[in-house]
């Protein structure tokens, strides 16, 4: 029996301990997270961007500190991370090797952010997966972030993600 690639995509899940995932949670309240996304803004300051809104008359405030310490994810310049065109080399990250693995193109002489066209079906799973639960967003979905590109590498690399 085929198993379409599931298996990789458990294999992925539990490696992580992202099980919780995908199980059933609590009662969501779609009008809460519809009144929370609607009035929210976010405004760019000097040193920090703010995100600012509210959910039933209660003002909800916070940057990318405490968001950061909310997921567990360190950061240092707030959203522009998340959005930056400019992706530096570190420890783990590769940018031009990850960029080579996502195209699947060993020519490439610059990294670059990959279209989700140019991906091995198990990567833009893995793409998506990403923008869908780990860096959710609005806009373009069909072209991979260097955050995006990032974390997809440390889940087809077995290097684990804190989420929390």
Known sequence: MLDHGLSNVMEVIKRQ???SFLKRRELVHMDVVKEF???MTVIHLKKKDVVKTSVKGVAIEFDHLKLASIQGIPSNNGIYEYIKDVWEECKYTKPLEI???FTNNET?????RVKSGEMKPFQRFIHFLV???VV???GKRDTSSFMDLTYMDHLMSRRLVNLQ
């Open 17 to 19: 301990k992202w099980e």
């Open 37 to 39: 996304y609607a009035r």
């Open 99 to 101: 960029t080579r693995r």
């Open 108 to 112: 490439l002489t610059t990294a670059r």
């Open 131 to 133: 923008m869908k639960n």
């Open 136 to 138: 959710p967003r609005f």
